[in-house]
């Protein structure tokens, strides 16, 4: 009987952080979700997000130099987070 070994998903796989956005959510490297989990811990502990819209989220000074300085949809964000990712193998350490 053999045993498959998983492979690891995209998303659990390790990426280095830029300076910028190691400054909210810690430096890396990290997976994908970790990242996401600190970036909305941060967003929710400095009450970023709009209060009538809470897809919204409204950027602090450390925050827009990730997402820019106007208010972005939740769901866009991940678009712009990602320029701030680089895979482990191919980033400059």
């Given at each position: 009987?053999?045993?498959?070994?998983?492979?690891?998903?995209?998303?659990?796989?390790?990426?280095?952080?830029?300076?910028?956005?190691?400054?909210?959510?810690?430096?890396?490297?990290?997976?994908?979700?970790?990242?996401?989990?600190?970036?909305?811990?941060?967003?929710?502990?400095?009450?970023?997000?709009?209060?009538?819209?809470?897809?919204?989220?409204?950027?602090?000074?450390?925050?827009?130099k990730?997402?820019g300085?106007?208010?972005?949809?939740?769901?866009?964000?991940?678009?712009?987070?990602?320029q701030?990712?680089?895979?482990?193998?191919?980033?400059?350490?």
């Amino acid at each position: 009987m053999t045993t498959k070994q998983k492979k690891t998903s995209a998303f659990a796989k390790p990426v280095n952080v830029s300076e910028e956005l190691a400054q909210i959510v810690g430096k890396g490297p990290m997976a994908r979700t970790e990242v996401t989990k600190n970036l909305w811990a941060y967003i929710k502990k400095n009450k970023l997000q709009d209060e009538k819209n809470k897809r919204n989220i409204v950027p602090d000074q450390r925050l827009s130099k990730i997402l820019g300085s106007k208010p972005i949809d939740m769901f866009k964000m991940t678009s712009k987070v990602a320029q701030h990712l680089s895979d482990r193998e191919t980033a400059k350490v």
